[in-house]
């Protein structure tokens, strides 16, 4: 008998740990990316319906309450619910007064003050190749002339290149403002596919929160000038064979 009762307390201890979840302070993660939108995600595993919670959001705007009702919906690339508002601008030491709601039931209460938590843009890479064989690493960081020049400088990229299929990353970082980044040609291995990829980061928050990691970009480092010089000379020069001979041994 008492056997019985502690099985069905396992039991519905166990059901309950997968079912009877509710996410908690730690788990509700908000960020804003300090030009029009504000995100808030928790994760959850995929049995609860995200449909059934929603955050309510104020925000105390030059001594207006303004309310965001933010509906949260099932992530399509993590095992999360997410949300988002879209608000006129931000300002840095302003307040967001959240509550987090299943149903008509208070989960938690959180606040965040704007320049804590801002998430900056993912930015957009490019790279040309430069006519010293150097490559000219630029970017967009997405921000339109809506947003503060002052923001835009505090931003930071970091740029990490690997060689395709390999581990080792070289990384760098460099102010927005600056604008551009020359990876010199000779300091890459000859000859070999290169894999770009950055982040965004800014002083605001002292770079503690790094935005996503922006789409790869690729390039092909130049051939070493012996290779070119081979190349040339094989291309260009029909050289008789006997010449060939000497020609190769001479080089190689
Ligand atoms: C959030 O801020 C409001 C006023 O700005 C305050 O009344 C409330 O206690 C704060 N809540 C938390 C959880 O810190
Ligand atoms: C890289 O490109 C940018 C934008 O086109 C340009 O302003 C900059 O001078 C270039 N830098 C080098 C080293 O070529």
Same mark, same amino acid.
């Given at each position: 008998?008492?056997? @019985?009762?502690?099985?069905?307390?396992?039991?519905?201890?166990?059901?309950?740990?997968?079912?009877?979840?509710?996410? @908690?302070?730690?788990?509700?993660?908000?960020?804003?990316?300090?030009?029009?939108?504000?995100?808030?995600?928790?994760?959850?595993?995929?049995?609860?319906?995200?449909?059934?919670?929603?955050?309510?959001?104020?925000?105390?705007?030059?001594? /207006?309450?303004?309310?965001?009702?933010? *509906?949260?919906?099932?992530?399509?690339?993590?095992?999360?619910?997410?949300?988002? *508002?879209? !608000?006129?601008?931000?300002?840095?030491?302003?307040?967001?007064?959240?509550?987090?709601?299943?149903?008509?039931?208070?989960?938690?209460?959180?606040?965040? @003050?704007?320049?804590?938590?801002?998430?900056?843009?993912?930015?957009?890479?490019?790279?040309?190749?430069?006519?010293?064989?150097?490559?000219?690493?630029?970017?967009?960081?997405?921000?339109?002339?809506?947003? @503060?020049?002052?923001? /835009?400088?505090?931003?930071?990229?970091?740029?990490?290149?690997?060689?395709?299929?390999?581990?080792?990353?070289?990384?760098?970082?460099?102010?927005?403002? !600056?604008?551009?980044?020359?990876?010199?040609?000779?300091?890459?291995?000859?000859?070999?596919?290169?894999?770009?990829?950055?982040?965004?980061?800014?002083?605001?928050?002292?770079?503690?929160?790094?935005?996503?990691?922006?789409?790869?970009?690729?390039?092909?480092?130049?051939?070493?000038?012996?290779?070119?010089?081979?190349? /040339?000379?094989?291309? *260009?020069?029909?050289?008789?064979?006997?010449?060939?001979?000497?020609?190769?041994?001479?080089?190689?």
């Amino acid at each position: 008998m008492f056997s @019985t009762f502690l099985l069905c307390q396992i039991i519905i201890t166990l059901i309950c740990q997968t079912l009877c979840y509710e996410p @908690t302070e730690k788990d509700l993660k908000c960020f804003n990316d300090y030009e029009r939108e504000m995100k808030c995600s928790f994760e959850s595993d995929g049995l609860i319906s995200c449909s059934g919670y929603k955050l309510s959001i104020t925000r105390n705007e030059a001594d /207006v309450l303004k309310e965001y009702t933010c *509906i949260f919906e099932r992530s399509h690339h993590s095992p999360s619910c997410e949300c988002k *508002i879209e !608000v006129q601008g931000f300002s840095t030491s302003e307040i967001f007064t959240t509550t987090l709601l299943e149903g008509t039931n208070i989960l938690l209460n959180e606040n965040f @003050t704007t320049h804590d938590f801002i998430k900056p843009k993912t930015p957009v890479l490019s790279v040309q190749k430069t006519e010293n064989g150097n490559f000219n690493v630029t970017w967009d960081d997405k921000y339109t002339s809506y947003s @503060t020049g002052h923001f /835009v400088e505090s931003l930071e990229i970091h740029l990490s290149y690997r060689i395709k299929g390999e581990d080792e990353t070289f990384s760098k970082k460099v102010s927005n403002s !600056v604008g551009f980044f020359e990876i010199v040609g000779t300091i890459l291995q000859p000859n070999t596919d290169y894999i770009l990829t950055a982040r965004m980061s800014t002083n605001y928050n002292e770079h503690k929160i790094l935005s996503d990691q922006s789409a790869p970009v690729e390039f092909t480092s130049p051939s070493s000038p012996n290779d070119i010089v081979r190349t /040339v000379l094989r291309d *260009i020069i029909k050289i008789p064979r006997l010449f060939k001979h000497i020609y190769i041994s001479f080089f190689e």
